[in-house]
């Protein structure tokens, strides 16, 4: 089946007559014997036993996250960070090596700086973009985990999939929450385990805070195991909304990219900006990666506003050049988050990346006068128009 039909028709087995997810609330199950309790206790995908667990809603969900990424199975998390979280630590013990993406959604970044601060764990940041660069890092026998971000966040840049999936040694993890299975499917290209933030496109609503972990089985009950022991699993209402969101994925993600393709051709000509980063435009220096990779460019774009010619008062705060223009945009709306129905708009340099240094900043390249955009489901015309008042208005 393609992954059009796949996201209507997955995730059904256990209520095939129910074409609404169905939701089970039930923290705990009866069960008829010691012997059956037993038993339920000790397989973790039991999903009627305790949902912490598993549970029947997230079953369903994961079943649907695995068949679109082409997996054995999917493990859900309450959110990306408790995927990211929880894999690391099921994977990674005291002195282990890791080699981890410098262009990283901060708070995956600060979890790893975290990590090689309690745990000892030996980091080596990599510019993910450099040909070869994962694999000259990887020390063999010592290296344990590979951590790639692609499309990263915020800046959209591109690492080589099917470089990454020739390591050997090392368990590789994608976060692949900006190009959903429909887009790229890293199992394909040879990597281990693929991660989402799916609070993101995948669930697609701002609904619901979820994450999932797709690979082969034997690696995917070991993460489950720790995972119960964290308590990091999902709740069963984000998993309804989370397959509720899966089954129009494929749509939105069209719709999504079509409209961001079309923004980041006209932001790219516009006076008021320094550049443009989109995956689809010849001036992205992984554009021939993504052609390579992905199947569609996605609804996430960024660029830089030429500050100085756009308003000579350069102080920050309310004055700034970020928030006069966040004020001055009528449609598009501040928030953190993406791969929502509606158009968001997001200032890394004081929000998904304000926890990190500026010398951090300064290698991921994000400046003050960055934006980052998660293109909605609006028309087209309608956010033109508004990116082009706002930027009208610095102008004056
Ligand atoms: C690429 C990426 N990975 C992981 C996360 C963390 O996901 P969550 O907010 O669901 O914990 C985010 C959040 O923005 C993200 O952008």
Request: net charge negative; charged share 15%.
């Amino acid at each position: 089946m393609h992954p059009e039909t796949s996201v209507i028709r997955s995730g059904r087995s256990d209520q095939p007559d129910s074409l609404a997810p169905v939701l089970f609330p039930s923290t705990n199950y009866v069960t008829d014997s010691l012997e059956q309790t037993q038993t339920k206790a000790c397989d973790l995908t039991e999903q009627r036993f305790y949902s912490r667990h598993s549970n029947p809603t997230v079953g369903a969900f994961e079943e649907a996250v695995a068949e679109l990424e082409g997996a054995e199975a999917a493990r859900a998390f309450s959110s990306g960070m408790g995927a990211i979280s929880s894999v690391v630590l099921a994977l990674c013990g005291s002195g282990d090596h890791v080699v981890v993406q410098q262009q990283l959604y901060g708070t995956t970044l600060l979890f790893f700086q975290w990590a090689k601060a309690q745990f000892k764990l030996e980091l080596t940041l990599v510019d993910g973009t450099q040909p070869g660069a994962f694999a000259e890092a990887v020390q063999p026998g010592k290296t344990k985990l590979v951590f790639a971000e692609t499309p990263s966040n915020p800046l959209v840049g591109l690492t080589d999939l099917s470089e990454l999936g020739a390591i050997a040694g090392p368990v590789v993890v994608v976060d692949s929450t900006a190009a959903p299975p429909i887009i790229q499917r890293p199992l394909d290209w040879g990597a281990d385990l693929s991660l989402h933030s799916a609070t993101k496109s995948i669930a697609g609503h701002n609904d619901a805070m979820l994450g999932v972990v797709s690979g082969s089985k034997e690696l995917l009950d070991w993460i489950r195991s720790y995972s119960v022991m964290l308590g990091a699993n999902a709740s069963a209402f984000d998993a309804m909304n989370g397959l509720r969101g899966l089954r129009t994925l494929a749509v939105r993600l069209a719709r999504q990219s079509e409209t961001a393709w079309f923004l980041a051709r006209h932001l790219e000509q516009h006076p008021a900006i320094a550049r443009v980063w989109f995956p689809w435009l010849e001036s992205h220096p992984g554009h021939s990666l993504a052609n390579q990779q992905m199947k569609l460019p996605g609804g996430i774009l960024a660029f830089e506003l030429k500050a100085p010619s756009l308003s000579p008062d350069l102080a920050q705060g309310q004055n700034g050049v970020p928030a006069k223009f966040m004020q001055n945009l009528k449609l598009a709306q501040l928030a953190t988050s993406m791969g929502g129905p509606e158009t968001l708009i997001t200032h890394p340099f004081t929000t998904t990346h304000a926890g990190l240094l500026p010398e951090e900043l300064e290698a991921m390249g994000i400046g003050e006068n960055i934006f980052r955009v998660s293109v909605g489901l609006e028309h087209p015309g309608d956010l033109l128009a508004d990116f082009n008042q706002a930027l009208k208005l610095m102008q004056t």
